[in-house]
T-cell receptor, first 111, second 112 residues
Framework: RKEVEQDPGPFNVPEGATVAFNCTYS??????FFWYRQDCRKEPKLLMS???SGNEDGRFTAQLNRASQYISLLIRDSKLSDSATYLC????????????FGKGTHLIIQP | NAGVTQTPKFRVLKTGQSMTLLCAQD?????MYWYRQDPGMGLRLIHY???????AKGEVPDGYNVSRLKKQNFLLGLESAAPSQTSVYFC???????????FGSGTRLTVV
C-alpha cells in the first residue's frame, strides 16, 4: 500500500518565525509531489508543486529528497493567516488513482 | 469560471435513505474524483473517472455508485445510507495526471 506519512502536530509557532515540516513517502516510483493547504471546514487547495531542484514561492520553499524519499515545506516570516493543515501529496505516475494524500500537519501561528 | 461545484453543501439522511451528490466542473477536465474525509483518516478515494462514460473503484467504494454521463458532471450515489457514511465528501478534477487537483467545497453528510 502506498503511504505518505506526516507528523500531525499541532505545530505551535509564534508569528514571524520560520517553521519547517517534512513528510515521507513509501512508493519509490512516485514522480510528482505537491503541498496542499486545508483550512478548517474547507476544501484542500493546491499550495505548490514540489520539483526535484527545489522551488520557492514567496515565503514558501519546497524541497524533494528522492534518495531519502522525503519532501519538506519551509515557511518563513510566518503570518497568522498561515494557520491551517498542510497536506503532503505524492503521485506514483501510474494509474489515474495515483495521488496519495498524507493526513496533514496542523500548524497554528500564535500572535 | 466556477471551477468545481458540489451540491448540496449539507445534508442529513436517515439510515436507509438514498441520495445523489452532484459534482460539476467547467474546466473541461478529463479526470474526476470522489473522496471522503474523516477525522484522523485523511482523504480516501471512493471512485474516479478518466473520461466521459468511464468509472473505476478507488480505495473505499463499497456502498457507493457513480456515473459520468457527461464530461462535466460526476455523480456519487448512496443507495441505502448507513451511519458509517457520515463524512465530508469532496469532488476533485484535473486535466493531467501529474498535475494538482482542483477540489470542490465539499458536502457535509450526516446519516442518523
Amino acid at each position: 500500500r502506498k503511504e505518505v506519512e506526516q507528523d500531525p502536530g499541532p505545530f505551535n509557532v509564534p508569528e514571524g518565525a520560520t517553521v519547517a515540516f517534512n513528510c515521507t513517502y513509501s512508493n519509490s516510483a512516485s514522480q510528482s509531489f505537491f503541498w496542499y493547504r486545508q483550512d478548517c471546514r474547507k476544501e484542500p487547495k493546491l499550495l505548490m508543486s514540489v520539483y526535484s531542484s527545489g522551488n520557492e514561492d514567496g515565503r514558501f520553499t519546497a524541497q524533494l529528497n528522492r534518495a531519502s524519499q522525503y519532501i519538506s515545506l519551509l515557511i518563513r516570516d510566518s503570518k497568522l493567516s498561515d494557520s491551517a493543515t498542510y497536506l503532503c501529496v505524492a503521485h506514483s505516475g501510474g494509474g489515474a488513482d495515483g495521488l496519495t494524500f498524507g493526513k496533514g500537519t496542523h500548524l497554528i501561528i500564535q500572535p | 469560471n466556477a471551477g468545481v461545484t458540489q451540491t448540496p453543501k449539507f445534508r442529513v439522511l436517515k439510515t436507509g435513505q438514498s441520495m445523489t451528490l452532484l459534482c460539476a466542473q467547467d474546466m473541461n477536465h478529463e479526470y474526476m474524483y470522489w473522496y471522503r474525509q474523516d477525522p484522523g483518516m485523511g482523504l480516501r478515494l471512493i471512485h474516479y473517472s478518466v473520461g466521459e462514460g468511464t468509472t473505476a473503484k478507488g480505495e473505499v467504494p463499497d456502498g457507493y455508485n457513480v456515473s459520468r454521463l457527461k464530461k462535466q458532471n460526476f455523480l456519487l450515489g448512496l443507495e441505502s445510507a448507513a451511519p458509517s457514511q457520515t463524512s465530508v465528501y469532496f469532488c476533485a478534477s484535473t486535466y493531467r495526471l501529474n498535475y494538482g487537483y482542483t477540489f470542490g467545497s465539499g458536502t457535509r453528510l450526516t446519516v442518523v
